[in-house]
């Protein structure tokens, strides 16, 4: 993951008085290290520092799909 791709919730997530359902979106905005990816909806929510609840998310299943087509169209071009 990077910053600029976007992730879904596979678990709810309780965070700061909210409640994050899952199937919830946000988008990577910043990486706090160690700590974490830094995350933000739409609404301009915000998750911070993520480290400890990164099994509750997972790339926006448009953006893995990209990711591993390039993949695959990056070896093919190397054979060619």
């Known amino acids: 993951m990077k910053i600029g ?3 879904v919730l596979i678990e709810e997530v309780n965070m700061w008085g909210k ?4 199937g919830h979106k946000f988008k990577i905005y910043g990486d706090s290290d160690y700590r ?3 995350l933000i909806d739409k609404d301009g929510n ?3 520092e993520t480290r400890f609840i990164q099994h509750k998310y ?6 893995e799909r990209k990711e591993k087509l390039d993949k695959i ?3 093919n071009s ?3």
């Open 46 to 48: 915000k998750i911070d």
């Open 36 to 38: 974490g990816w830094d």
């Open 5 to 7: 791709d976007r992730v």
């Open 19 to 22: 409640i994050y359902e899952k």
């Open 58 to 63: 997972k790339l926006d299943i448009k953006d």
């Open 78 to 80: 190397k054979k060619t």
């Open 73 to 75: 169209n990056k070896i």
